[in-house]
């Protein structure tokens, strides 16, 4: 709740909405990029060269999976 979550990469689960919503859900912003007041990105590739990916570790922002996010759900 009140935490700000960044999607990137391919979802298997989701679509882009559907996460969105799932987040939204949950009490938590949607964010479109990565920023230092970022929580969380959820990307299914941690290794991946994406900017976002590379902005999150800059900022020492969590990498999650859509299945760890699934799993803090409790789902």
């Known amino acids: 709740n ?3 979550v960044a999607v990137t990469g391919k979802l298997n689960t989701f679509t882009r909405d559907s ?3 799932k987040l939204e859900s949950l009490g ?8 230092a007041k970022t929580d969380y990105l959820i990307n299914n ?3 991946s060269s994406s900017s976002k990916n590379k902005k999150a570790n800059e900022l020492n922002i969590p990498i999650i999976t859509e299945e760890e996010f699934l799993k803090m759900c409790g789902e």
């Open 2 to 4: 009140g935490k700000s």
């Open 28 to 35: 938590a912003k949607p964010a479109s990029g990565v920023s």
């Open 45 to 47: 590739d941690p290794t």
């Open 19 to 21: 996460i969105n919503a």
